[in-house]
């Protein structure tokens, strides 16, 4: 899927929108067109941590929704953002507080749904969770109309 328009950084604050990313510590740092793929860097917060020591498993889904979502974001210049119908996951390792990297790709992309794919690596490159999910492709919305800007 080409870009119909400029890209810009989701992390951009006036762009996002998203008051997730603050959670999160969302960064995005790029994205490849030749793969569909988008990474990011994330500030894993002791606040999202469990007694274990590692992030409650639903919100490593949130990392991993974060990731493929701003790939899908990417991909389509900035106008369109998937709404999920599905999201699978596998927890691989426990996911400790401080950096964490992600990478999410269009896997394809239709004019009705949109497959997509995350993993959340260590700074190593060691995996730790994956998933994948299917969405809806829908008009990414303006900050004035989610009342945000």
């Not at 996002?16 to 990011?40: C, I, K, N, R, Y």
């Not at 469990?50 to 992030?55: A, C, E, H, N």
């Not at 992309?109 to 969770?129: C, I, K, N, P, S």
Request: glycine content about 12%; charged content about 20%.
């Amino acid at each position: 899927m080409k870009p119909n328009a400029p890209f810009v950084s989701p992390a951009d604050e006036s762009l996002s929108g998203s008051p997730h990313s603050v959670l999160l510590g969302s960064e995005f740092v790029s994205f490849d067109e030749a793969t569909q793929t988008a990474t990011m860097r994330f500030n894993v917060k002791k606040e999202v941590t469990t007694w274990r020591g590692g992030v409650q498993g639903g919100l490593v889904a949130g990392y991993l929704d974060d990731v493929m979502g701003y790939a899908f974001v990417a991909a389509t210049g900035g106008e369109m953002a998937p709404l999920n119908l599905e999201l699978s996951m596998t927890l691989i390792r426990l996911i400790p507080e401080g950096p964490l990297i992600g990478k999410g790709r269009v896997v394809k992309a239709g004019r009705r749904v949109v497959f997509l794919e995350g993993e959340l690596l260590a700074e190593d490159g060691t995996v730790m969770a994956r998933a994948t999910s299917t969405a809806l492709p829908t008009p990414r919305p303006s900050p004035t109309e989610t009342g945000m800007g």
